[in-house]
């Protein structure tokens, strides 16, 4: 890969982030789902969501519940591309509404797996963790 190469595969990384935080703001289930393959997992403590449509329903719930007015953070600390695969390794976490700073117990160390799907990326796994404990 060229230094060219990975540059604009971490550029378009970034924008898949960048455009499922905007589907989060808007409570947008569908367009936040519509980022991952139809094969995705999301591994969170206490929850697993198996496959695209897993995650849609899970979203569009808590869109509506426990995660209305949330803003999500994820601020990527390293991203490693190899072929069509990356792995983005991020400080993430839930702003609940009016909250300007992510609050301790809800900082998150997350692990994305993306794949280039038909030259678009997509996020194929997703797993975190709470940084303190």
């Known amino acids: 890969m060229t230094t060219t190469t990975v540059a604009t595969d971490e550029a378009a990384i970034r ?6 935080y ?3 703001s808007a409570h947008d289930a569908d367009a936040f789902a519509d980022l991952y393959t139809a094969d995705a997992t999301v591994v969170m ?3 697993l969501n198996d496959g ?6 899970f ?3 808590a869109f509506a519940g426990r995660l209305a007015g949330t803003q999500g953070v994820d601020v990527p600390q390293k991203i490693r591309i190899t072929g069509d695969t990356a792995i983005v390794v991020s400080h993430a976490g839930t702003l609940m509404p009016g909250e300007t700073t992510l609050a301790a117990e809800r900082e998150r160390h997350a692990t994305w797996v993306f794949v280039r799907e038909g030259g678009d990326w997509k996020i194929a796994a997703y797993a975190n963790a709470p940084v303190h404990l």
Do not use: T
């Not at 924008?15 to 499922?20: D, P």
């Not at 695209?52 to 329903?57: K, L, S």
């Open 45 to 47: 403590p206490g929850l």
């Open 59 to 61: 979203m569009a719930a």
């Open 52 to 57: 695209r449509e897993a995650i849609r329903e």
């Open 22 to 24: 905007e589907a989060w």
């Open 15 to 20: 924008s898949v982030l960048g455009r499922m």
